[in-house]
């Protein structure tokens, strides 16, 4: 009868290590050693105005969260389960920039991984996304009008007597003057091509050494959306006399798909076509 016993004794205690392994698996803590996406590097683009922060990751993942903390002013990217690679490259350190300072990471607990980002002075607007292929987490940030140094004094000014104005019968009330032509920050997209001051990025996908899909008898995909794409920006020249069409590439070169957007955000594009 004992030995008997002994296998179902067995049988047991495996089954008590096995609910072991699958709960401590299921931990917060277990998932960040394993299963969470890890963050393989961070690249920074800079420009007047603007700031884009890629986190590259090996794995997608929609599980994120953007905060916002004071004092110093600062940002926070929080990936729960998040792993950050040994060899991860950040940014370097930008101490005299006005939008990004410093990019350094943290854990505010065993189970999430955050990104802290360290703002400069100034009206910063944040908004936060993810893309796959390869997968990444943008964080981009807009900067308002640049504050003055300090208050200027006002000039001084001696009070002069108060002398009464001769009547004049030929006088005239003088017309207010016209308000002039609005300026294009100050138009709406519609009112920017309407008086010929739109932009239009137009994005050739693919090209160099992304030669994308291949066809039956030979047709590369970077070829034919690089053709379509010059074929159209003509048209539109027609069409829209006075505006810019501009395109990410003219020529067989690849530019990764960050880049891409960055380009149209920095000629401050009112239209992007991919």
Same mark, same amino acid.
């Given at each position: ?91 370097? =350190?930008?101490?005299? *920039? ?12 065993? *189970? ?5 980002? =360290? ?13 796959? =292929?390869?997968?990444?987490? %943008? ?5 308002? *009008? ?53 932009? %239009? ?74």
């Amino acid at each position: 009868m004992a030995g008997a016993g002994r296998p179902a004794a067995r049988g047991w205690w495996r089954g008590c290590l096995l609910l072991g392994a699958i709960l401590g698996a299921a931990s917060p803590a277990a998932a960040a050693r394993t299963g969470g996406p890890g963050v393989v590097a961070v690249r920074a683009f800079v420009t007047e105005g603007y700031a884009r922060l890629t986190v590259l990751l090996d794995r997608e993942t929609f599980n994120f969260h953007l905060g916002r903390l004071t004092n110093p002013p600062r940002l926070y990217l929080d990936i729960p389960a998040g792993r950050l690679g040994l060899q991860a490259p950040l940014p370097p =350190d930008a101490a005299r *920039a006005r939008l990004v300072r410093r990019v350094r990471f943290g854990r505010p607990d065993p *189970a999430t991984l955050r990104m802290v980002v =360290d703002l400069g002075e100034g009206e910063i607007r944040e908004r936060v996304f993810s893309l796959p =292929d390869p997968h990444r987490i %943008i964080v981009e940030l807009r900067g308002g *009008a640049v504050p003055p140094p300090g208050p200027i004094p006002p000039a001084a000014v001696l009070p002069l007597p108060e002398r009464p104005l001769p009547a004049s019968p030929r006088a005239r009330a003088v017309p207010p003057p016209r308000p002039g032509p609005k300026k294009r920050q100050e138009m709406s997209v519609a009112e920017r091509f309407r008086a010929g001051q739109g932009r %239009i990025m137009l994005d050739p996908g693919h090209g160099g050494k992304d030669a994308g899909a291949v066809g039956l008898y030979g047709l590369v995909e970077k070829d034919f959306v690089l053709d379509l794409a010059r074929r159209a920006a003509g048209v539109l020249k027609r069409r829209l006399p006075g505006n810019e069409v501009l395109l990410t590439r003219t020529a067989d070169s690849f530019i990764p798909l960050d880049k891409r957007t960055a380009m149209a955000n920095e000629r401050d594009a009112d239209v992007f076509v991919s």
